[in-house]
């Protein structure tokens, strides 16, 4: 399989890539007034979260060269379909075809295909949790070395480390969460604040 090298935009789509990084810094991202050209469109709404989405394709794999693999049916999905792109929020509508693109992934290429686990269960012994999110424990995530909180957060369940690495390192809001992820907002915060907790509570046992 050939694949894009998805650091280098200019060489997906050469021939509008240059007019795009031409345009203002405060014109790019958004929506094209002219829908027509579909690689300039592409180009506009979707180069620019390439890095977010290769992110949120490793954490959830936890592979750089699937993310790779991920990221490029992501972006063929997403060019095939970027006449239906949310204007308001195109970020939100490229991260939500990776995941869906990343958990295809999983279900073909691991002996024990991701399971989606039953998290209204389990948030559900765990009331009151959604009121816990707080940046102290933000803090305390982001002051820890990196070989420590990366494996802390590969640690979480799926569900769990993708409301993480959405809200904490790629900082999308709540409701962009909710939109990818498909859930509420209040389930969103329940599940940020119990990733939280459980890279905080192992990250102690490995240190102590």
């Known amino acids: 399989m050939s694949v894009v090298d998805i650091r280098r935009p200019d060489l997906m789509f050469p021939d ?4 795009v990084h031409a345009l203002p810094i405060s014109e790019r991202g958004k929506a094209p007034s002219k829908t027509g050209d579909d690689k300039r469109s592409f180009v506009q709404l979707v180069l620019p979260h390439l890095g977010d989405a290769h992110s949120l394709a490793r954490w959830i794999t936890g592979d750089r060269n699937a993310a790779e693999e991920v990221v490029q049916e992501a972006s063929s999905r997403a060019f095939r379909a970027i006449r239906t792109a949310a204007d308001a929020s195109p970020r939100a509508w490229l991260l939500t075809i990776v995941r869906d693109c990343a958990y295809t992934w999983l279900q073909k290429n691991q002996e024990n295909p991701f399971t989606r686990v039953d998290l209204h269960a389990v948030e559900d012994k ?12 933000a803090t305390i995530i982001a002051r820890t070395e990196a070989k420590h909180l990366e494996a802390a957060i590969f640690a979480l369940p799926a569900p769990f480390r993708e409301t993480l690495v959405l809200r904490d390192m790629l900082g999308l809001s709540y409701c962009e969460i909710a939109e990818i ?3 509420s907002v209040g389930i969103v915060m329940s599940r940020l604040a119990d990733a939280r907790d459980r890279v905080i509570r192992t990250i102690g046992r490995k240190l102590s």
């Not at 509008?16 to 007019?19: F, G, I």
């Not at 765990?126 to 424990?137: L, M």
């Open 126 to 137: 765990q009331p009151g949790r959604a009121s816990a999110c707080n940046s102290s424990d």
């Open 16 to 19: 509008v890539a240059d007019k």
């Open 181 to 183: 992820t498909g859930g």
